[in-house]
């Protein structure tokens, strides 16, 4: 199983950027995924959830109003869209499968990709 997350970059505050998380290695099906991110010195903090059907969404406090998570058309790859950056979204950016619920704690997902560093320039 492989997660493959990428998308990352520099932007600058208040830009846009849209990361991207393939799955491969087996199907999700019914299952949620999400993203998590990871500033240097912090613990790794929950930002957004979507089922498998896309039909129900759930976004930490920090980015509601700002990020749009999304299933694409294989629901084996998600997106977060992220607009109106602020320097204190940088962080790697994780994304992760497998939970059965829209959880937003690290440890209800077994699947994990790589991070994918973002960088908001003020």
């Known amino acids: 199983v492989q997660l493959q997350a990428s998308g990352g970059g520099l932007v600058q505050a208040g830009g846009s950027l849209r990361l991207s998380c393939a799955a491969s290695g087996r199907t999700f099906c019914g299952s949620v995924m999400g993203w998590f991110r990871q500033a240097p010195g912090k613990e790794r903090e929950f930002v957004s959830a979507i089922t498998w059907g896309g039909q129900a969404r759930y976004y930490a406090d920090s980015v509601k109003g700002r990020f749009t998570i999304s299933r694409g058309y294989a629901n084996n790859t998600i997106y977060l869209q992220m607009n109106s950056a602020k320097p204190e979204d940088t962080a790697d950016y994780y994304c992760?499968?497998?939970?059965?619920?829209?959880?937003?704690?690290?440890?209800?997902?077994?699947?994990w990709g790589q991070g994918t560093q973002v960088t908001v320039s003020s």
């Open positions: 992760a499968a497998g939970s059965t619920v829209l959880a937003d704690v690290p440890n209800e997902y077994p699947y």
